[in-house]
């Protein structure tokens, strides 16, 4: 699986940002998708994640509310629609796979899990 990440851009806060990832290759039927972003200085954080199969999601509890990740399973691509965005989500934002083996959702919360990553796409939000 090859992925690509796409749709940042700058935005005052506020705003909204819709974001893509798209592969080449396989199909993301057995996979888990996830979002994480990386702020200048900081560490890789989790955002969020969605089982193709199933449709489940799950986000880290400081985004809920203002981001959704969705599929479109004709497209296979993975969307993350961020809304009412703050100047702290400026950051590169990584679209990343792992194989659905199963395991817990927290598993899936962390960098070590995913195995294929895409390119970042930047987004800063100005004030």
């Known amino acids: 699986v090859q992925l690509q990440a796409f749709g940042g851009g700058l935005v005052q806060a506020g705003g909204s940002l819709r974001l893509s990832c798209t592969t080449s290759?396989?199909?993301?039927?057995?996979?888990?998708l996830g979002w994480f972003r990386q702020a200048p200085g900081k560490d890789r954080e989790f955002v969020a994640v969605?089982?193709?199969?199933?449709?489940?999601?799950y986000y880290a509890d400081s985004l809920k509310g203002r981001f959704t990740v969705s599929r479109d399973n004709a497209e296979n691509t993975m969307y993350l629609q961020m809304n009412n965005l703050k100047p702290e989500d400026t950051a590169v934002y990584y679209c990343?796979?792992?194989?659905?083996?199963?395991?817990?959702?927290?598993?899936?919360?962390?960098?070590?899990?995913?195995?294929?990553w895409g390119q970042g796409t930047q987004v800063t939000v100005s004030s």
């Open positions: 290759g396989r199909t993301f039927s057995s996979y888990a």
């Open positions: 969605i089982f193709w199969s199933s449709g489940n999601t």
């Open positions: 990343a796979a792992a194989r659905n083996r199963g395991y817990s959702s927290l598993t899936y919360y962390a960098r070590r899990t995913y195995d294929t």
